[in-house]
């Protein structure tokens, strides 16, 4: 399977305590273990199982994923920020990998 | 009067689709009840509070749109009713983020999605919405 490819939608620049949206998703097939594939093999379980969000180390959001999400998760949500700072964005694979992404903000 | 075989067909088919599919099947059989009961701790949960947003008719079951808004909740998780099995994802809020988000998912078939919100005083509350599904995702 192609490696799974992170992205993320977010204002460079926001005004504080000024809610806006973050967007994001990952490439990834979100195998729930009850597909076969076509020589009707049972396709092992692989999800991508946590998704986190922290601004400047505290943790914003986190969100707890079973086979049941759509392939290529995508999870949509607003935040407000008080200050400039670093958004940093994980998903947490079945197979222990780690992907990451990271945004710095700037409230102006 | 002697039954035809057309009745006895009728009949044994019927008492087939009853074998198969018993009264009230659709619900709690993939253990949904039981999973809110773990989320919630069995704490009783109030009908109110909580807005859900899903197409009444999905014709991908492979990628349905939800949105989830619960003012006040700490944590709010996605039940179904229909699919192999009845979690879906469970949202935990910090305080930059409102309760509130959007994810996509899967239905294998016709059935209720399920949105239980833990509020921050610790009550729970809850809202369901049928969702019609033309094209079952492998969920």
């Known amino acids: 399977m192609a490696k799974?490819?992170?992205?993320?939608?977010?204002?460079?620049?926001?005004?504080?305590g000024v809610p806006f949206t973050v967007r994001t998703r990952i490439t990834h097939p979100m195998h729930t273990g009850l597909q076969r594939d076509r020589d009707g093999n049972p396709v092992a379980r692989r999800i991508v199982n946590r998704f986190r969000v922290r601004y400047n180390g505290a943790e914003a959001l986190s969100v707890d994923l079973e086979p049941a999400v759509s392939a290529d998760p995508y999870i949509e949500f607003e935040m407000a920020v008080p200050e400039s700072g670093l958004l940093e964005f994980e998903w947490v694979d079945d197979d222990g990998s780690v992907y990451s992404l990271r945004r710095e903000i700037a409230v102006g | 009067m002697a039954p035809t075989r057309r009745d006895i067909?009728?009949?044994?088919?019927?008492?087939?689709?009853?074998?198969l599919f018993p009264a009230g099947a659709a619900r709690a059989s993939n253990g949904?009840?039981?999973?809110?009961?773990?989320?919630?701790?069995?704490?009783?949960?109030?009908?109110a509070g909580v807005r859900l947003e899903v197409p009444e008719i999905a014709d991908n079951g492979g990628?349905?749109?939800?949105?989830?808004?619960?003012?006040?909740?700490?944590?709010i998780a996605l039940f179904t009713d229909g699919n192999p099995y009845p979690r879906v994802a469970t949202f935990s809020f910090g305080p930059?983020?409102?309760?509130?988000?959007?994810?996509?998912?899967?239905?294998?078939?016709?059935?209720?999605?399920?949105?239980?919100?833990?509020?921050a005083?610790?009550?729970?509350?809850?809202?369901?919405?049928?969702?019609?599904?033309t094209v079952g995702g492998c969920a």
């Not at chain 2, 009840?33 to 009783?44: E, R, Y």
């Not at chain 2, 990628?63 to 944590?75: C, H, L, Q, S, Y």
């Not at chain 2, 610790?122 to 919405?129: A, L, N, V």
């Open chain 1, 4 to 16: 799974p490819k992170p992205r993320i939608r977010v204002p460079k620049s926001v005004e504080a």
């Open chain 2, 9 to 19: 067909l009728r009949i044994g088919g019927a008492a087939a689709a009853a074998a």
């Open chain 2, 32 to 47: 949904v009840s039981q999973a809110v009961a773990a989320f919630t701790g069995g704490a009783p949960v109030l009908e």
């Open chain 2, 63 to 75: 990628a349905v749109p939800v949105r989830v808004v619960a003012e006040g909740a700490r944590r």
């Open chain 2, 96 to 119: 930059l983020v409102p309760p509130a988000a959007k994810i996509r998912i899967r239905l294998a078939k016709s059935q209720n999605v399920i949105a239980v919100a833990e509020m």
């Open chain 2, 121 to 133: 005083d610790g009550t729970f509350r809850k809202t369901s919405r049928a969702v019609a599904v």
